[in-house]
């Protein structure tokens, strides 16, 4: 299974970005879609997940109201429209898919390379 980020970037306090990532080469039926991000010297956090169907979603408090994760099972894609960016959402983002049905935030064993998200003040 591979997972490929992409869309992140440089903007100024008060913009958006958006990110998406392109599932490929799985083996597995319906799963559910993550993203995490880590800060320089912090620990991964959960950002963001959504269910196959894309009717149950789940969001980390400093996010809600803020982002917005999505899916196009067709394209096998996930994306996090991300809108009023902080200069505390500064951090490498990570796609990851959980093999269950259920939303959560752990059990996750796959994991997307990272892109990087960088907020000006």
């Known amino acids: 299974v591979q997972l490929q980020a992409s869309g992140g970037g440089l903007v100024q306090a008060g913009g958006s970005l958006r990110l998406s990532c392109v599932v490929s080469g799985r083996t597995f039926g319906r799963y559910v879609m993550g993203w995490f991000r880590q800060a320089p010297g912090k620990e991964r956090e959960f950002v963001a997940a959504?269910?196959?169907?894309?009717?149950?979603?789940d969001y980390a408090d400093s996010v809600k109201g803020r982002f917005t994760i999505s899916r196009d099972n067709a394209r096998d894609t996930v994306h996090l429209q991300m809108n009023g960016l902080k200069p505390e959402d500064t951090a490498v983002y990570y796609c990851?898919?959980?093999?269950?049905?259920?939303?959560?935030?752990?059990?996750?064993?796959?994991w997307g390379q990272g892109t990087q998200v960088t907020v000006s003040s």
């Open positions: 959504v269910s196959w169907s894309g009717a149950t979603t």
């Open positions: 990851a898919v959980r093999t269950s049905a259920a939303v959560a935030r752990t059990g996750y064993p796959y």
